[in-house]
C-alpha cells in the first residue's frame, strides 16, 4: 500500500496519478489500434479527450444536484479541486453518453471505435486495480494462503493484484485477437465477455464494502447480466456478417 | 507481371480470410456449448458466493485506518490537560482532523472544520483535532489555536502514536467516524471544501 508519494516536498497522491498514466496508456493503444479499423486515430483522440473533460464536469454537476445545501454557503466550492466532491459513476456514464454521441457525429462506425478501444480499456483497468492496490482499498477477504498479503490487520487475498494480473492477461488475449479479422464488434463484446467474467469470478474475494440487496452483490450480479449480453453479442455479429459467404463476395 | 502480382495478393489474401472462417465456423458450430458453459459457470460462481463466502464488509472487528472499518482508540492528553478518549464519544458523529501548525493546507482548512462545528455540534458532531506534536511545537500550537479561535477539543500526540497507528503519511489526514465508530471515510491531503464538510457531516446525521 502506498497512498502518498513524497517527492522532496510534495506529497503526490499514488492512486490519482496512475490512473492518469492508465488513461495516457488507454490514449497511446487507441492510437496503435485505431489504423486497423482504419480510424482516424486524432479523431478517436479528441473524441477521448473531450468525452473525459464532459465526464469530470458532469461528475462535478451530479455532486452539486445531489448535495446542493453544502454549495449554498460556499458557491466557490463548485470549481474546488476536492475529488471527493465528484460523483463518479455519474462522470462515467455521462464520459460514455458524450463519447457515443461524438463519435455518431463524426460518422465513424461505432463497431470499429469500439473495438479500437477494446484493448486500451482492459490495459486501463489494470491499473485502475493498480491504484486500488495503492490506497489500500477493494481489499479481499482474510485466508492464510502462500501469496497472502498483510492488509488491514490481518492477512487477505491480494484481491487488486488478482484483478490486475487477470486484465493485463485479458488485454495480452485481445491485442492477439484483434490482429485477426473478426466481424466488426465481435472485439468489443470478446473484451466485455472477459471483464464481465473476471467480475462475476473475483467479487466472491471481495472483502470491502460492496453495494449489495439482501446477500446479492450488485457488482456481480451487474457482470452476470453484462457476461450474458455480450455472450449473446458475440454470436449474433458472427452469423449477421455472414461469414461463409466472405471469400465468394472477394473474389467476385 | 503486375497481374500476376494482384492475383497472389488475392490468393495469400483469400487463404487468410478461408483460416479464419474454419476459427469462425469453428466457433458456428459450438457457440451454445461455449456461451452455455461460461453461464454455468457464472451461475454456479454466483450460487457458492452466495451460499459459501463470506459477506463483504463486515470488518468491523479490526480496528485499523481505513473506510469500513472500526476506528483505532485514541487517549491523548487536551490542550488544557484533560485525557479525551475516542470511545467517550460513541454515539456521536466524529471527525478525527490529523494537523500541524507548520502545514499550510491543514491552516487553510481549520476554518471550515470551526463552522461546521459550530453549525452541528448541537446535533451530536464533534471535531477531535490530533496535533502531530512530535513534529510541531507546543507554543505554535497555542498561537495557532487562538489566531484561529478553535473551540473544539485540541490533542496532543506528543508521542507521535496516533500519527502511528492512523498510519498518517501525509498532513492533513482527516477521518470521518459514525455514530457505531466506524470509519466512513478517510481524506488524505488537504485542504478540504466547506461544501466536503458539510455534505459527508449533513449525511452522517442523516440530515
Given at each position: 500500500m502506498f497512498p502518498i508519494l513524497n517527492v522532496g516536498p510534495l506529497a503526490i497522491q499514488a492512486p490519482g496519478l496512475i490512473i492518469l498514466v492508465g488513461l495516457w496508456v488507454w490514449f497511446m493503444v487507441n492510437d496503435r489500434f485505431a489504423e486497423k479499423f482504419m480510424i482516424n486515430s486524432e479523431v478517436l483522440s479528441n473524441n477521448f479527450f473531450y468525452s473525459l473533460l464532459l465526464g469530470l464536469v458532469g461528475a462535478r454537476i451530479a455532486f452539486i444536484i445531489q448535495t446542493p445545501r453544502a454549495f449554498l454557503d460556499n458557491p466557490?466550492?463548485?470549481?474546488?479541486?476536492?475529488?471527493?466532491?465528484?460523483?463518479?459513476?455519474?462522470?462515467?456514464?455521462?464520459?460514455?453518453?458524450?463519447?457515443?454521441?461524438?463519435?455518431?457525429?463524426?460518422?465513424?462506425?461505432?463497431?470499429?471505435?469500439?473495438?479500437?478501444?477494446?484493448?486500451?480499456?482492459?490495459?486501463?483497468?489494470?491499473?485502475?486495480?493498480?491504484?486500488?492496490?495503492?490506497?489500500?482499498?477493494?481489499?479481499?477477504?482474510?485466508?492464510?494462503l502462500p501469496w497472502s498479503i498483510y492488509l488491514w490487520g490481518t492477512d487477505?487475498?491480494?484481491?487488486?493484484?488478482?484483478?490486475?494480473?487477470?486484465?493485463?492477461?485479458?488485454?495480452?488475449?485481445?491485442?492477439?485477437?484483434?490482429?485477426?479479422?473478426?466481424?466488426?464488434?465481435?472485439?468489443?463484446?470478446?473484451?466485455l465477455t472477459i471483464i464481465s467474467l473476471i467480475t462475476v469470478f473475483l467479487e466472491a474475494f471481495r472483502?470491502?464494502?460492496?453495494?449489495?440487496?439482501?446477500?446479492?452483490?450488485?457488482?456481480?450480479?451487474?457482470a452476470f447480466i453484462l457476461l450474458i449480453i455480450s455472450i449473446r453479442n458475440i454470436k449474433v455479429d458472427k452469423t449477421a456478417t455472414n461469414v461463409d459467404s466472405y471469400p465468394e463476395n472477394i473474389s467476385s | 507481371m503486375t497481374s500476376l502480382l494482384s492475383v497472389q495478393a488475392k490468393t495469400v489474401d483469400i487463404s487468410s480470410i478461408q483460416i479464419n472462417n474454419r476459427l469462425m465456423n469453428h466457433f458456428k458450430q459450438r457457440p451454445t456449448l461455449i456461451s452455455s458453459s461460461i453461464i454455468t459457470f457464472a451461475i454456479i460462481w454466483i450460487g457458492l458466493t452466495l451460499f459459501v463466502f463470506p459477506s463483504p464488509g463486515d470488518q468491523s472487528i479490526y480496528a485499523v485506518p481505513q473506510q469500513g472499518f472500526l476506528a483505532p482508540e485514541i487517549s491523548l492528553s487536551s490542550l488544557e490537560g484533560e485525557i479525551v478518549n475516542l470511545s467517550d464519544f460513541r454515539g456521536q458523529v466524529v471527525l478525527i482532523n490529523i494537523w500541524a501548525s507548520w502545514c499550510t493546507p491543514c491552516k487553510t482548512e481549520m476554518p471550515a472544520i470551526q463552522n461546521m462545528y459550530d453549525k452541528y455540534r448541537d446535533d451530536g458532531f464533534v471535531v477531535l483535532a490530533v496535533n502531530a506534536t512530535n513534529s510541531d511545537n507546543i507554543n505554535n500550537v497555542t498561537n495557532f489555536v487562538e489566531n484561529q479561535n478553535l473551540t473544539f477539543p485540541i490533542l496532543l500526540d506528543t508521542e507521535g502514536f496516533v500519527s502511528q497507528k492512523y498510519q498518517v503519511q501525509a498532513l492533513p489526514s482527516s477521518f470521518f467516524i459514525t455514530q457505531d465508530g466506524i470509519i466512513n471515510e478517510v481524506v488524505i491531503g488537504g485542504?478540504?471544501?466547506?461544501?466536503?464538510?458539510?455534505s459527508r457531516i449533513s449525511s452522517l446525521l442523516g440530515r
Open positions: 466557490i466550492a463548485i470549481i474546488s479541486p476536492n475529488l471527493a466532491l465528484f460523483d463518479f459513476m455519474s462522470g462515467i456514464l455521462i464520459t460514455i453518453l458524450v463519447f457515443l454521441i461524438l463519435t455518431q457525429r463524426k460518422k465513424i462506425s461505432m463497431k470499429d471505435t469500439l473495438d479500437a478501444i477494446t484493448p486500451g480499456l482492459l490495459m486501463f483497468l489494470a491499473f485502475v486495480a493498480l491504484s486500488f492496490f495503492a490506497s489500500g482499498s477493494l481489499y479481499g477477504l482474510p485466508g492464510k487477505r487475498h491480494p484481491l487488486q493484484l488478482y484483478y490486475l494480473v487477470l486484465f493485463l492477461l485479458g488485454g495480452v488475449f485481445i491485442i492477439q485477437e484483434i490482429k485477426k479479422d473478426y466481424p466488426q464488434g465481435t472485439i468489443f463484446f470478446l473484451g472483502g470491502s464494502p460492496s453495494a449489495m440487496i439482501g446477500t446479492v452483490r450488485i457488482p456481480q450480479f451487474v | 485542504p478540504m471544501a466547506e461544501a466536503l464538510l458539510e
